[in-house]
């Protein structure tokens, strides 16, 4: 073809891009394509280079990750034999995207194809001097995920020089255990004028050396006494960090005020539908999903919310169905894992549950609900020591928190010989925090289990005066229904039943009662007949000895 009419042709071509007319584009770079391979010499290779990129474009717009990547690859072959063929060709390349550039997209198509082996392998092809941020930033969230910890944090500090004001870079370096000071010296100087940023940075360097209490300190600074006080985001980063330590009502709470504060908050919302899944708060649940689903699609939040909805419900298909969808948009999405593990588990698929959980613990070890779920799944399985050592490990690796000692206290319960020791580890949480609900439910599971009912309906009757729970007044009535207080027994069932419909315990045991005092009413009943039959006897044998007489 003459230069002119091969000018013209790329003309359309670009024409036919710049006006989205991708259809079109597909087809005719496909015939174009065709026509190179029968004759290369038909165009010039930056021509050559530049449909193949046209071709591979359209379909990585279409997410035809496989094909695109395979086309990238043919242009970085055609430009390489360009210029190897002559240097005068270096100009028309130059107006064209660079090979790094192509080598990100290809690096994108592998990602999206799970292949994380190609990824990096194409990344790391690119000369270090040639390497922008984006793509140190993308070796180095490879690294991440694939657990390479010192590539990682290279990879990240060199994303951090030179954009200092990056807090998502900030934030997984912390994670890695990189030192604050470290990074302060970095991005101190550019975060001058931004009273709120060197605070929040200290708050995250506390959750991530596991001094919750600091960390919550500083976030609550952050709340009323800097230029961002009353952001969404720093209310969800405390809903985050109370879901963390355990206490899931004033989680709920800051996730409140932070969907107050912004619509459209996506982050932490899947953790915010497993706490509403937790607390039996189905109607909620149901309007967070709507709402959601109203925002996008195209973010695992709304999908694992409506999975817990499904989970409420005992549709388990349908959970696992939900959890896919999240986890092919976000593949380290914690939540979908533990979703996806307790629909498994209530369907006996233990090990593949058991699975799940112990993937999710390895994205965030410091996440308390892996092991929670873990080893409920292990008692499930009937592996008591399996969920003791799941319960120390939580212990051994997020921390002395309340949670972590309620759930040592929860599987020590279990075990024949565990009664002192399930006992120590919920009055060492009860020390730490006297009024957590979740470790007063498990001290008087664990009185009533050994049968010191008497001091169970002391403990949980002083406890209930200053706030109460349907747990809490089944167990009462359990108490006392076995000290055969059956009256107050009745009363504290029906409480439980007032504030949550579906206790099924507390329904048994009102049933129970019930049928108790049938019994005791029959017998009454056979006993008054019996003895109405004697009388009967005795007045006929009067009758008779009169008679005779």
Request: with cysteine.
């Amino acid at each position: 073809m003459s230069t002119t009419s091969t000018q013209s042709l790329m003309s359309h071509l670009s024409q036919l891009r710049s006006e989205k007319l991708n259809a079109s584009l597909e087809i005719l770079c496909g015939f174009l394509a065709t026509a190179i391979k029968n004759n290369s010499e038909t165009y010039s290779p930056a021509n050559q280079y530049e449909i193949l990129l046209h071709q591979a474009d359209v379909n990585f717009k279409k997410k035809h990750f496989r094909i695109a990547e395979s086309v990238y690859r043919q242009a970085i072959n055609v430009r390489k034999n360009g210029l190897k063929q002559n240097q005068k060709n270096v100009s028309s390349f130059n107006k064209l995207p660079s090979e790094v550039d192509v080598k990100y997209k290809i690096h994108v198509c592998c990602h999206n194809n799970d292949d994380d082996h190609n990824a990096i392998s194409i990344l790391e092809s690119i000369p270090i001097k040639y390497r922008t941020v984006k793509i140190n930033y993308a070796l180095a969230q490879i690294h991440h995920k694939l657990g390479r910890k010192r590539s990682a944090i290279l990879s990240y500090k060199d994303v951090l020089k030179k954009m200092p004001l990056a807090l998502d870079v900030i934030f997984s370096l912390l994670s890695l255990g990189e030192s604050i000071n470290e990074i302060l010296s970095i991005v101190s100087n550019a975060a001058q004028g931004l009273d709120w940023f060197l605070p929040l940075i200290k708050a995250h360097a506390f959750l991530h050396c596991k001094e919750y209490y600091n960390c919550y300190s500083h976030l609550n600074i952050l709340m009323k006494k800097t230029a961002i006080a009353g952001d969404a985001q720093v209310h969800c980063s405390l809903a985050k960090l109370r879901a963390r330590t355990g206490n899931n009502k004033s989680a709920i709470v800051y996730f409140e005020s932070a969907r107050m504060n912004n619509p459209f908050l996506l982050d932490g919302m899947d953790i915010y539908a497993y706490l509403l899944y937790e607390e039996d708060e189905h109607e909620k649940l149901d309007k967070v999903a709507c709402e959601l689903f109203s925002i996008t699609c195209q973010h695992p939040a709304p999908w694992v919310t409506l999975g817990y909805r499904a989970l409420s419900k005992g549709d388990y298909k349908r959970v696992v169905y939900l959890a896919v969808q999240a986890t092919k948009l976000d593949p380290v999405c914690v939540q979908a894992l533990i979703l996806k593990g307790c629909a498994l588990r209530a369907i006996d698929e233990i090990k593949d549950a058991t699975a799940h959980f112990r993937e999710a613990s390895r994205i965030d070890p410091n996440w308390f609900v892996c092991y929670k779920e873990l080893a409920e799944t292990q008692l499930q399985n009937g592996r008591t020591n399996e969920a003791i050592a799941v319960a120390h490990s939580a212990l051994n690796t997020i921390g002395y928190l309340t949670s972590c000692l309620v759930l040592c206290a929860s599987v020590h319960m279990c075990d024949q010989n565990g009664k002192d020791k399930a006992l120590n580890y919920v009055n060492k949480a009860l020390v730490l925090e006297a009024n957590n609900q979740y470790a007063i439910i498990v001290k008087a599971n664990v009185l009533y289990k050994y049968e010191k009912y008497t001091e169970g309906i002391k403990f949980l009757s002083d406890t209930v005066e200053y706030f109460s729970s349907s747990p809490m007044h089944t167990i009462l009535g359990n108490c006392y229904q076995e000290v055969k207080n059956y009256p107050k027994a009745v009363e504290h069932y029906t409480i439980a039943l007032s504030l949550n419909s579906n206790n099924k315990e507390a329904s048994e045991g009102l049933n129970k009662i019930s049928n108790q005092q049938q019994d005791i009413n029959f017998e009454s009943g056979s006993l008054d007949t019996g003895q109405q039959g004697i009388d009967a006897e005795e007045g006929n044998s009067d009758s008779d000895a009169m008679y005779t007489e």
